[in-house]
């Protein structure tokens, strides 16, 4: 099945405070986050949901095999 692809824009929304859906994106893939209790009302310590993470996440204490536990959404439009 194919992804359905998003804006940055599209993405942003998807903060946590606009709109009830928590996504991040990581290698432009856009994950939904809202079910983890990390991530309430869009912010995971200085991270917030809506964004982009790809560069963010060299400084994360965890490895990328975190986003395994969330749902694919879509791709992120480069």
């Not at 359905?4 to 994106?25: C, I, K, T, Y």
């Not at 983890?36 to 963010?56: I, P, V």
């Amino acid at each position: 099945m194919e992804l359905p692809e998003f804006s940055r824009a599209q993405l942003a929304l998807r903060n946590g405070q606009d709109r009830p859906e928590v996504w991040v994106a990581w290698q432009g893939i856009i994950y939904d986050v809202s079910p983890s209790r990390l991530w309430h009302n869009g912010k995971h310590y200085e991270h917030w949901a809506g964004q982009d993470l790809t560069d963010e996440l060299p400084l994360a204490p965890h490895t990328e095999s975190v986003f395994q536990k969330f749902q694919m959404i879509g791709k992120l439009i480069p």
